[in-house]
């Protein structure tokens, strides 16, 4: 399942090249296959692969609550930038979530995106027009209406385009 997803994912980061936002969202549970399909690609084109989660936690480790509300952004970008890579891997986001840190998940990622191409991994959902992270109910819920991004269901055969309408309706 993860080649089929690598390959997929492959495609749609040229397509994201010509986007204001090069994002591209591997979009997908726990088990998915986004993961695997990131290491294939790391390993394939040498793009970094960062696991945002552990990256992050180590620079917010020595900070007050409310320094980590306010540095969470440009701690990302330094992480990001360090890379020096045109195409650059996110996995494991869920951090970007937590409430404490007061952040917009998508648009942190669009800015990360305006001048190299992030494909990042959402541990959520997608419809065809809304994306979302945990239930509705949930503190960390968070849904966005035709989000400015390539999507690419980890479910799906085929990737699905921006803005969420699939390839077969465009």
Not at 6 to 35: E, F
Request: charged share 20%; proline share 5%; with cysteine.
């Amino acid at each position: 399942m993860t080649a089929p997803l690598a390959a997929r994912l492959l495609d749609r980061v040229s397509d994201a090249g010509v986007m204001y936002h090069r994002l591209v969202l591997t979009v997908g549970p726990a088990g998915s296959g986004k993961t695997e399909a990131f290491t294939d690609l790391a390993a394939a084109h040498g793009w970094p692969c960062i696991n945002v989660n552990l990256k992050l936690a180590e620079r917010l480790l020595d900070l007050t609550q409310k320094q980590r509300a306010v540095r969470v952004a440009g701690l990302l970008d330094d992480i990001v930038k360090a890379t020096s890579a045109e195409v650059v891997l996110l996995d494991n986001i869920e951090m970007l979530f937590a409430v404490e840190l007061a952040q917009d998940p998508l648009r942190l990622l669009q800015g990360l995106s305006r001048n190299r191409t992030i494909v990042a991994s959402w541990p959520g959902t997608f419809d065809g027009r809304v994306l979302a992270y945990a239930e509705p109910g949930h503190r960390e819920f968070k849904k966005y209406s035709t989000p400015q991004a390539v999507i690419v269901n980890a479910h799906e055969p085929r990737p699905l385009d921006v803005f969420g309408f699939s390839e077969k309706t465009l």
